[in-house]
């Protein structure tokens, strides 16, 4: 193993460490969060914070157009600085107090035209913008419906938002949209006679599935529920900016539907490359805002040096250049679809959870793509090691970020990748297969813990059904689910947890046989999506060894994962989840 391997198994298992004993005779505070910590230590969930390494291929970053790294904006902002050696670098105020300036409005102004919205106005991050206007704008009597999968800081806005609706629907689900606005039509008569509001928060790429919303179509169901006109959206353009739309305008201007939007939210930390955020509204949004968003008027300002870059970053998106970049990130994100689909063991890997790359379905059919492309694989964890022991940087994605059962490794394609990294990236993917499904040997397969299975004993198991995840509501439950977040953001399972047990016994059976090797009278259950037991991905097998079989096993304590892992601290106790065959 190389050096830089070695480095980062040691950060990991570092990271790992159990510590709160060490505390225990500390103040209470300390020893309270380092127990908290160590429920993650336990299950190898704790994370750190990186940085990029060395010389790697970057397939992580929101540098999508590449302005940062190729040093464009770099140059840009050295020269735009020079042009004014008297401006103090810092606004050393709220923009309500001496913050604001005629550089910081003069570059409203022209992103407010650029966008083609009535005002523009700026935020220290997209996360504040989010959770400034969905803390601020609800009223008590407005219900606010949101996709299932936005992100983290709309929670955190609703969380302090007046209003007592709070309502989700499945992502990008045209039907369960329509059945939440239906549903709240007939059931709330000040929305249905059109004195509250409505108020859609969506995002026009969302950021860890890598697809767009259907824009138009949620806007036409909401006018045909909402005929009064009392519905209005809130579109996150984060992961948009910059890649779609003519200079990078967004989705929103790409689909002609800036009227039909109440209020947009840009990011400037992604194709931007600066840090920041802007808010595209009209004037009575934009007044409101200063006068009761908390997190624009008790906030510093912006720093000339931030709005300087952001206005060369906009130079850069009016110059020709971001035409050029946005058909390439469209040709590579493409390229990596097709090479992904054309390795030879893609198909078997996807039948049996191993590897699924969701937006490379018919890919050819999509007119637009984003740059974000998730490798859907319960060993995902292994396969963003494998990929970065190859210098190819593409990181895990687990719960709370995703919903459980989903995890993957997230690529973000950048303007300035090259065709030789993504045959890279995918000869990587191919030969981490390759040796996944060596000797048959796949399917017991936990977070990139992954063994041999061979000739075991008798194995009870059960069918554990798709855990729904809903917000949690106080702090018991948060504390409970042990992930730290914030209660709107983490998830509790449904109580009482409808456990549908379906026992079955299971004798000599292998992991990852091909069909044809299999003994009439069984059945491939294929582990992690045990298909025979249920609709897929909807439900996950979880098998119980009894721990008498497992010195009768001939590989089966490879199966728990590497000997130097405690088999609990792996999985829970006695409990792990994998692939079988048997009889059912
Ligand atoms: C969809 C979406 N909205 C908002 C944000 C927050 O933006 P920022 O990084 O500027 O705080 C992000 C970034 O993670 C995002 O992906």
Redesign the pocket.
């Known amino acids: 193993m190389t050096n830089e391997g070695e480095k980062l198994i040691e950060q990991f298992l570092n990271a790992q460490r159990i510590r709160a004993h060490e505390f225990a005779d500390g103040p209470a505070l300390f020893y309270r969060l380092e127990k908290h910590l160590d429920e993650f230590r336990k299950q190898f969930k704790a994370i750190t914070t990186r940085f990029s390494q060395e010389g790697a291929i970057d397939f992580t970053s ?1 540098d999508i157009l590449s302005f940062s790294s190729s040093g464009l904006l770099r140059k840009a902002t050295d020269a735009e600085m020079a042009k004014y050696p008297q401006f103090p670098i810092g606004s050393c105020g709220s923009r309500v107090l001496d913050g604001s300036n005629p550089y910081t409005e003069d570059l409203e102004a022209r992103l407010a035209k650029f966008h083609n919205a009535e005002e523009c106005m700026f935020y220290n ?6 959770a400034a206007l969905f803390s601020t704008i609800p009223a008590e009597d407005d219900a606010i419906v949101y996709d299932e999968f936005i ?1 983290a ?1 709309v929670h955190n806005g609703m969380q302090l938002s007046k209003s007592k609706t709070k309502l989700s629907f499945l992502h990008n689900n045209l039907e369960s949209f329509r059945e939440t606005l239906k549903g709240l039509s007939s059931t709330e008569e000040k929305l249905r006679k059109g004195d509250n509001s409505i108020i859609i928060a969506l ?1 026009t790429v ?2 860890m599935e890598g697809d767009l919303a259907p824009l138009a179509a949620l806007i036409q169901i909401a006018k045909e529920e909402f005929p009064l006109g009392n519905a209005s959206f809130v579109v ?1 353009e ?2 948009a900016t910059g890649l779609f739309g003519l200079n990078g305008r967004g989705l929103v201007s790409h689909l002609g539907l800036e009227d039909e939007v109440a209020i947009r ?1 840009h ?4 194709a931007i490359a600066s ?3 802007i808010v595209l509204t009209n004037t009575t949004v934009k007044n409101y805002l200063v006068n009761f968003s908390r997190a624009f008027i008790y906030t510093t300002a912006p720093s000339f040096s931030t709005m300087a870059s952001i206005k060369c970053a906009y130079d850069l998106l009016e110059s020709d250049e971001t035409l050029v970049r946005q058909h390439r990130i469209q040709y590579l994100v493409r390229l990596l679809c097709a090479r992904i689909r054309a390795i030879p063991l893609y198909e078997r890997a996807k039948a049996s959870g191993y590897l699924r790359v969701p937006v490379a379905d018919g890919f050819e059919d999509k007119l637009l793509m984003s740059h974000i492309v998730p490798l859907w694989s319960e060993a995902s964890d292994a396969l963003s090691f494998g990929l970065l022991m190859n210098k190819i940087t593409a990181y895990p994605i687990v719960f709370p970020a995703v919903p459980r059962g989903t995890k993957r490794v997230r690529v973000c394609i950048h303007a300035d990748n090259t065709e030789e990294d993504i045959n890279r990236l995918v000869a990587c993917v191919d030969e981490w297969l390759q040796e996944r499904f060596k000797d048959d040997k796949v399917l017991g397969v936990e977070d990139g813990i992954a063994g041999t299975w061979h000739d075991f004993g008798v194995i009870k198991g059960k069918v554990e059904p798709a855990k729904k995840a809903v917000p949690c509501t106080n702090e018991k439950e948060l504390e409970e689910t042990n992930t730290g977040e914030t209660p709107e953001v983490a998830t509790k399972l449904p109580e009482p947890y409808p456990i549908e047990v379906r026992e079955f016994e299971v004798s000599h059976g292998k992991i990852g046989m091909q069909a044809a090797e299999i003994p009439a009278g069984m059945k491939e259950v294929s582990g992690l999506l045990g298909r025979e037991l249920g609709p897929g991905p909807e439900e996950k097998l979880v098998c119980q060894l009894s721990e008498e079989l497992l010195p009768s096993s001939s590989g089966g304590a490879a199966v728990l994962g590497p000997q130097s892992l405690p088999r609990e601290a792996a999985y829970g106790p006695g409990w792990w989840p994998g692939g079988l065959l048997g009889p059912l």
């Open positions: 929101n991050s997209g996360f504040d913008a989010n992100h800081s995002e969302y950021s996150d984060a992961h939210m990011t400037m930390g992604k840090t920041g955020a």
